[in-house]
């Protein structure tokens, strides 16, 4: 079992930039990929950023690309989504994740362990 917290959340006007931390602790061995999420009211969670923890490999979903950037100090077991250039629309619960698999790091479906969430609240 990985245990996942994250922070750095919080509320900035529509422009501004946040940087979100997820520190892993626990059975951190054979973990393959972390990725953030995002979920907001009314609307299915989405997978938004990726990295492999094997090769450092990153995917974005479309609507973040460009803006946000996932990265991941091994030495902290934390893994990082800077997002710049924030828009309401991006508002939502954040959370990030890690998952085994050996599956492409951008196939969200088998992500198995879970942060309790960080909320980003961007006003216009």
């Known amino acids: 079992q990985v245990q996942l917290v994250e922070s750095g959340g919080g509320s900035v006007q529509a422009g501004g930039s946040l940087r979100l931390s997820c520190v892993a602790s626990?059975?951190?061995?054979?973990?393959?990929?972390m990725a953030w999420f995002r979920q907001a009211p009314g609307k299915e969670r989405q997978g938004i950023a990726d990295?492999?923890?094997?090769?450092?490999?990153?995917n974005y979903r479309r609507s973040v690309k460009g803006r946000f950037t996932i990265s991941i100090d091994d030495a902290k077991n934390t893994v990082y989504l800077q997002m710049n250039n924030l828009k309401p629309e991006d508002s939502a619960m954040y959370y990030c994740?890690?998952?085994?698999?050996?599956?492409?790091?951008?196939?969200?479906?088998?992500?198995?362990?879970w942060g309790q969430g960080t909320q980003v609240t961007v006003s216009s």
């Open positions: 994740a890690t998952k085994a698999s050996a599956a492409w790091c951008g196939y969200y479906a088998d992500y198995n362990d």
């Open positions: 626990g059975d951190t061995g054979g973990r393959t990929c």
């Open positions: 990295i492999s923890m094997t090769n450092g490999d990153t």
